[in-house]
């Protein structure tokens, strides 16, 4: 049990454009989702928490116009990196917990690429 | 300062033998969870063992093992008769607070483990 996935796995863009990455908890309700962010060789950074149904709440430093998180409901949440550049270039995890545990469960991963 | 500290960027250790994972933390708040998570060369973050604040024993999964020293502020993670899967990144987390709302996760640098057949 206890399955997230993330949509795509990989991703390969143009400068400009924007890319939509889909988090989905398989076989729980999903309450509370976090997207993270980490570069080569780097530790996890928490970019954002999101709740289902209401904003999210962004980390210092973090752009919320630039990435646009949204959790419309207890199994998905989507983040839309706006107008991509190539300095996002990163991956991309999300986790997800239930309304019954503090454990987080991971996402698999996706690897953008703005070219 | 650092609210995490793995100090170990690198390790290799000969295949069998146990290895231990360092990860000091830093908080004033009483109440908070320690984990550790594995992430090899896929990418995906793999749970491995949790330790809370006011749990009186050493938390312990099959091979793994927190070594939890709670006036020292170190959660070191023990991994006995060590494999070659076991080549990995492995990251200290922290989580502070007690209840809902508080479970952001804060998480070390890393230590790449390389198991040497």
């Known amino acids: 049990g206890a399955v997230v996935s993330q949509h795509p796995s990989r991703v390969i863009c143009k400068s400009g454009t924007s890319v939509k990455i889909e988090c989905r908890s398989l076989?729980?309700?999903?309450?509370?989702m976090f997207w993270y962010r980490q570069f080569p060789k780097q530790s996890l950074m928490l970019m954002a928490t999101s709740n289902e149904g209401s904003k999210a709440t962004y980390e210092q430093g973090v752009e919320k116009d630039k990435f646009l998180i949204n959790h419309a409901s207890l199994t998905l949440s989507t983040l839309t990196v706006t107008s991509a550049h190539p300095e996002d270039s990163s991956f991309y995890i999300c986790?997800?917990?239930?309304?019954?545990?503090?454990?987080?469960?991971f996402g698999p991963g996706t690897r953008l690429t703005v070219t | 300062a650092q609210k995490i500290t793995q100090t170990q960027p690198g390790m290799f250790v000969q295949e069998k033998e146990a290895v231990t994972l360092d990860c000091t933390y830093d908080t004033s708040d009483p109440s908070y969870g320690l984990f550790w998570y594995k992430q090899p060369s896929s990418g995906e973050m793999i749970f491995l063992i949790y330790?809370?604040?006011?749990?009186?024993q050493n938390a312990t999964e099959g091979r793994y093992s927190l070594n939890f020293q709670k006036a020292r502020k170190s959660a070191n993670l023990v991994i006995s008769a060590s494999q070659l899967g076991d080549s990995a990144m492995y990251f200290c987390?922290?989580?502070?607070?007690?209840?809902?709302?508080?479970?952001?996760?804060?998480f070390g640098t890393g230590t790449r483990l390389t198991i040497i057949p």
């Open positions: 330790q809370g604040s006011y749990d009186q």
């Open positions: 987390a922290m989580r502070e607070g007690r209840g809902f709302g508080n479970e952001k996760l804060t």
């Open positions: 986790s997800a917990r239930s309304a019954y545990s503090y454990e987080q469960y």
């Open positions: 076989d729980f309700q999903a309450t509370t």
